[in-house]
């Protein structure tokens, strides 16, 4: 019942900047936590930020200090800011969340974001 739609990935030259966005649409009073993962070519899925439902935040170091995770509850939707771009960065990035009724994972379809010159 849940979906998740990112948006925003794109082309970017090494120290830009890009906003990705998650809208979730359905069941969303069924999701507390929502998360951004990225996955390189050949890596394993690898969790990049979090933020719970009163707004804690968690990052990977790689990106603390870059990168920001914010929601509005509001509206639905999170979205990771992400600043200084390196192009070890460069990767498919999804939205996560998790049904807290059924435990079901929901995943986006990912945006492709390339850091290159």
């Known amino acids: 019942q849940v979906q998740l739609v990112e948006s925003g990935g794109g082309l970017v030259q090494p120290g830009g900047s890009r906003r990705l966005s998650c809208a979730a649409s359905g069941s969303f009073f069924r999701i507390k936590n929502i998360d951004w993962y990225r996955q390189a070519p050949g890596e394993q899925r690898e969790l990049v930020a979090a933020?719970?439902?009163?707004?804690?935040?968690n990052y990977a170091d790689s990106v603390k200090g870059r990168f920001t995770i914010s929601r509005d509850n509001a509206k639905n939707s999170v979205s990771l800011q992400m600043n200084s771009l390196k192009p070890e960065d460069t990767a498919v990035y999804y939205c996560?969340?998790?049904?807290?009724?059924?435990?079901?994972?929901?995943w986006g379809q990912g945006t492709q974001v390339t850091v290159s010159s």
């Open positions: 996560h969340a998790v049904d807290i009724w059924t435990k079901y994972n929901y």
């Open positions: 933020i719970t439902g009163d707004g804690n935040t």
